[in-house]
């Protein structure tokens, strides 16, 4: 496809489950980006892969949080036991180069609601 | 990264320009200013950036004032498209962490 996908595009967990959220980024992105976003809020970043590496993750709000891109291209963030406050909009961007700023090319987020 | 300001909403009429303010005053020499947008339901979408010369594309154009302490985004013949949250973001050359903060709403009138 021409741009980043996500999947699902919502999610709606009970309070303990675990979830999982895909991000499929453009192909040939060396750079993966998620971010939150919660209700009436702007995005917060979470972590960022270079290729497979994990080189930065201190935006994870706490060690519920994971996330992995374990071929350099699909990346998937998994929450587990699930909360109400991880009730959010999950974005994931993807970006051409590593070290240079790029443009950041985001898809249209996966909506989890935590019941 | 400097902290950025920009006011919460503003309203444009369908076919004039839009013209959205953003404060930076702390921003440093090597750092620079990245617009995004965000229509309803969709991720960002990046529009423009600069860092001290004043910038043009199909989308908008960029106004950075000479001491860099401020800057102004231009859409210029706004369309009901166009209506979405606008986040100013000044970015240390090198970084990739976006900091997106509340950003302005704009909307546009018919």
């Known amino acids: 496809g021409a741009g980043v996908s996500q999947s699902p595009r919502y999610k709606v967990a009970k309070r303990g489950q675990d979830v999982a959220l895909r991000c499929d980024p453009i192909s040939g992105h060396v750079s993966l980006f998620w971010y939150q976003q919660a209700l009436g809020q702007g995005p917060e970043f979470l972590t960022y892969?270079?290729?497979?590496?994990?080189?930065?993750k201190s935006g994870l709000p706490s060690d519920r949080f994971f996330a992995e891109r374990p071929e350099g291209s699909v990346s998937t963030l998994k929450i587990q036991r699930t909360q109400q406050e991880d009730s959010a909009v999950y974005l994931c961007?993807?970006?051409?180069?590593?070290?240079?700023?790029?443009?950041?090319?985001f898809g249209p987020g996966t909506r989890l609601t935590v019941l | 990264d400097a902290k950025t300001t920009q006011p919460t909403s503003m309203d444009c009429a369908e076919g004039r320009a839009a013209n959205l303010p953003c404060n930076h005053s702390t921003i440093s020499g090597n750092e620079y200013v990245y617009w995004y947008r965000q229509i309803h339901s969709q991720g960002p979408q990046y529009i423009i950036h600069?860092?001290?010369n004043n910038e043009t594309n199909e989308m908008a154009s960029l106004i950075i004032t000479e001491d860099r302490k401020s800057s102004t985004l231009i859409l210029p013949h706004a369309t009901l498209r166009d209506t979405a949250v606008y986040y100013c973001?000044?970015?240390?050359?090198?970084?990739?962490?976006?900091?997106f903060g509340k950003g302005t709403k704009l909307s546009v009138i018919p």
């Open positions: 973001i000044s970015l240390r050359a090198g970084s990739y962490q976006l900091t």
């Open positions: 600069g860092l001290k």
């Open positions: 961007a993807s970006s051409l180069m590593a070290d240079l700023y790029n443009e950041q090319f």
């Open positions: 892969f270079q290729n497979e590496a994990q080189l930065d």
